[in-house]
Every structure is written in structure tokens, then in C-alpha cells.
């Protein structure tokens, strides 16, 4: 059995890099399973939009 390994977004060298084009796209579409708006506007960073994704993919149960 392979172990997965995660690395923390906040280490990741292109961490501060923009939200990337799907990222947002998936974003709109976790926020809307979640119930929840969406949070794309105040998002500016990639390591920002995966820690959003991981809490919105809980708030909608697929997790």
C-alpha cells in the first residue's frame, strides 16, 4: 500500500503564484455543493485556493 503524501500549500515554490483558471472553476463548483457563495474574488494565491478547495470539498461531504 502506497502512503499519500501531502506537502503544506503554504511550502510550495509556486505557492504565491496566482489561483489558476481551475482552481476558480472548481472553486464556483465546490462553493455551490457546499451551499456556501463563492469565494473566488477574495482568493488571490494558489496555496490559498487548494486550502479553500480541501475546506469546501468537507463542507460538501466529499471527503
Not at 502506497?2 to 472553476?25: L, N
Not at 462553493?31 to 468537507?58: C, F, N, W, Y
Request: charged share 35%; aromatic share 4%.
Amino acid at each position: 500500500m502506497t502512503e499519500k503524501i501531502e506537502k503544506d500549500p503554504k511550502t510550495w515554490v509556486s505557492g504565491d503564484d496566482p489561483m489558476t483558471d481551475a482552481q476558480a472553476s472548481y472553486l464556483k463548483t465546490l462553493s455551490e455543493q457546499a451551499g456556501r457563495p463563492d469565494p473566488t474574488p477574495d482568493v488571490q494565491t494558489k496555496a490559498e485556493a487548494s486550502e479553500l478547495i480541501d475546506e469546501m470539498r468537507h463542507a460538501a461531504g466529499l471527503e
